[in-house]
């Protein structure tokens, strides 16, 4: 595995989207409440998407552990260290076999273990990289951002910009 100085990260700032429950609206970049593919329930993460249909494709695979209701809220980011999942030389140098970053993992989870989506966090945390760029598995093309950190020191920035109207949604 070839992990450390020479990990394969690059800056992703921009605009992006994630789907609240209203009720939690003033904790919209807390992080995750619950597990998911790349956090245990007790290591707060920022799952973004790069677009608002990207926001869809990511609730297709978290329609039964989701408030019906939900708003679209829209943040800025500027984030460095991210390793991009897309490129598979960067998989290769960052010692990440893709089959683990996408293997199923709410079963393993429901039945109390730990998904290989899990491990694959813990290498890229301990090789300093903040995040990840994630290709959805639904939507082919789309894209979703991944902050293991963020506004604390040395850590990718984000901050929320709006919610997203819901006219012609």
Not at 1 to 18: A, E, H, S
Not at 92 to 106: K, M, N, T
Request: charged residues 25%.
């Amino acid at each position: 595995m070839n992990m450390g100085k020479d990990l394969p990260v690059g800056t992703v700032d921009g605009t992006f989207y994630r789907a609240i429950d209203p009720k939690y609206k003033g904790f919209a970049i807390a992080g995750s409440r619950s597990p998911g593919r790349y956090s245990r329930k007790d290591e707060p993460t920022l799952y973004l998407s790069s677009s608002i249909e990207g926001v869809g494709a990511a609730m297709i695979a978290h329609k039964d552990a989701r408030s019906a209701a939900f708003e679209i809220i829209e943040i800025e980011v500027q984030a460095p260290g991210i390793v991009d999942f897309r490129n598979p030389d960067a998989l290769d140098r960052a010692g990440i076999d893709v089959s683990d970053a996408i293997a199923p993992w709410q079963d393993v989870v429901a039945s109390g273990g730990t998904p290989s989506s899990w491990l694959v966090r813990d290498r890229l945390l301990a090789a300093g990289a903040n995040g990840l760029i994630d290709p959805s598995r639904k939507r082919p093309g789309l894209w979703h951002l991944v902050l293991f950190r963020w506004n604390e020191a040395n850590a990718p920035t984000v901050r929320v910009v709006r919610n997203v109207p819901t006219e012609g949604r």
